[in-house]
C-alpha cells in the first residue's frame, strides 16, 4: 500500500487488519488491542481521509468502494499519473 506520509502508521495497520479479517472483533485478537481502540483508529483514519472505509450493521461488515481503493491503490485523494 502507498499512503501519504501524514497517515499514522498504526491507523493503517488496524485498518489492513480490519479490511483483510473483515471484522472488528479479529482484527481486535490479531493486534492485541481493544475493540474501542480499533473503534477510534479507524475514526480517525476516516476523519483524515475525508471518507467511510467500510460499513458495518446487521448485514455485516464490508469496504466501501473508496474503502477498498485505499487498500488496494493507496490513497484516492491522491491523483496517480503512470
Known amino acids: 500500500m502507498h499512503h501519504d506520509a501524514s497517515l499514522n502508521i498504526r491507523q493503517l495497520q488496524v485498518?489492513?487488519?480490519?479490511a483483510r479479517l473483515e471484522s472488528y472483533s479479529r482484527a481486535q485478537q490479531e493486534l492485541g488491542i481493544s475493540?474501542?481502540?480499533?473503534s477510534n483508529a479507524m475514526?480517525?483514519?476516516e476523519g483524515q481521509l475525508g471518507f467511510t472505509l467500510c460499513q458495518r450493521?446487521?448485514?455485516g461488515f464490508s469496504l466501501t468502494e473508496k474503502g477498498q481503493q485505499?487498500?488496494?491503490?493507496g490513497d484516492p485523494r491522491t491523483e496517480r499519473t503512470q
Not at 475493540?35 to 480499533?38: E, R, T
Request: glycine share 12%; charged share 10%; no cysteine.
Open 35 to 38: 475493540v474501542s481502540a480499533i
Open 57 to 59: 450493521g446487521r448485514g
Open 43 to 45: 475514526s480517525q483514519l
Open 15 to 18: 485498518f489492513e487488519a480490519v
Open 70 to 73: 485505499f487498500l488496494q491503490q
